[in-house]
């Protein structure tokens, strides 16, 4: 089968190269998927170019990357199912992430099959394409992991969605929509259209406004640029209001190379306990398949819409990650096997 092949760390020119390889052996329990399309993310770049290092201890590998086909998300056809598989079965469209946990290992769906643990797919929805559906499972697992519903994020509310135009912005746009909440959306001039499109009730340009300084107050302040202070942002909170931090590293520009956007992450959450507007951290990984059971019935409802910016077929790959790593897509940027 063809194939991206990762050789090492560094530039992605450099390093990614369309390779033939053997087609992926199917274990008992898992399913072996012909990739239709798969999604381009900030994990994906970030193990491809093994940046921040620290990464490299989680997972992927110290020198060289430990797995050498690089993509996590996945939408496509089953080809073929282990002995012990009975969810799913040959010609069945299904779509979801390859690896589990966090996506800092190399997951091998840039690549026109790919063997995956049944647990990790979901039925593809019929309501939208393979393209949509590759476009799901990270940014909106993401997503649907760290907006805090229930008990802090109600039907009524005002949320702001710092970064609202990108993968996972666009998801926790509509997902804070579908919880009832009013939602304002923060970008840049051109992704505002489609910000509005998806169901904010206001936006905001970052060029010429600056939302922290206004009048108003929101409920929920969900930065998934994670270029916000916490003490501005404290200023443009209700009283019982929190923040949340995603930690997007801006594909090395935000942080240093060592350690990335890690040391923040680790600051909020020290603080968190005598910073009202700071919430618990949650160090718990969801459940796969509970996260794509939800995201699936959100979809089939109408109510979550994946948005794809642009394709790119498997020779392409390379420019697809640069294209993403300029940070202009709107939504997701998707490859096509």
């Not at 992430?97 to 966090?102: F, I, K, L």
């Not at 240093?256 to 306990?273: D, E, K, Q, T, V």
């Not at 394709?311 to 790959?317: A, D």
Request: charged share 25%.
């Amino acid at each position: 089968m063809k194939a991206i092949v990762q050789e090492g760390y560094g530039p992605v020119d450099e390093v990614l190269h369309l390779r033939d390889v053997p087609r992926p052996a199917v274990g008992d329990h898992e399913v072996l998927v012909r990739v239709r399309a798969a999604s381009v993310h900030p994990d994906v770049w970030h193990v491809v170019t093994g940046r921040p290092f620290v990464l490299r201890l989680m997972g992927p590998g110290l020198r060289r990357p430990n797995d050498t086909i690089p993509g996590t998300d996945l939408a496509g056809t089953v080809e073929e199912v282990g002995e012990n598989v009975t969810e799913f079965s040959p010609g069945d469209d299904v779509f979801g992430e390859s690896r589990r946990g966090m996506g800092w290992r190399n997951g091998g769906t840039f690549a026109d099959y790919v063997s995956v643990p049944k647990d990790l797919l979901a039925l593809k929805p019929g309501n939208i394409t393979f393209e949509q559906a590759a476009a799901v499972p990270t940014a909106g697992i993401i997503a649907l992991h760290n907006l805090p519903t229930g008990r802090r994020l109600r039907a009524g509310q005002h949320v702001l969605i710092n970064g609202a135009g990108g993968g996972v912005g666009s998801m926790a746009v509509q997902l804070a929509r579908a919880y009832g909440a009013r939602v304002t959306g923060v970008d840049g001039p051109d992704k505002l259209d489609m910000v509005r499109s998806l169901g904010a009730n206001h936006v905001v340009d970052y060029t010429r406004e600056d939302f922290t300084r206004g009048a108003e107050r929101y409920d929920l302040i969900f930065d998934v640029a994670s270029n916000l202070s916490l003490s501005d942002c404290r200023r443009a909170l209700t009283p019982t209001g929190i923040y949340v931090f995603i930690g997007h590293d801006h594909y090395g520009k935000a942080r240093g190379r060592i350690l990335g956007s890690l040391p923040r992450a680790l600051c909020l959450m020290a603080l968190s306990p005598f910073v009202r507007q700071l919430p618990t951290p949650d160090l718990s990984n969801p459940r796969q398949s509970d996260a794509m059971a939800a995201l699936k019935r959100f979809i089939e409802a109408g109510q979550l819409t994946p948005v794809v910016d642009r394709t790119f077929t498997l020779g392409e790959v390379r420019d697809a990650m640069r294209y993403v790593a300029e940070g202009r897509a709107r939504g997701k940027v998707v490859v096509i096997p």
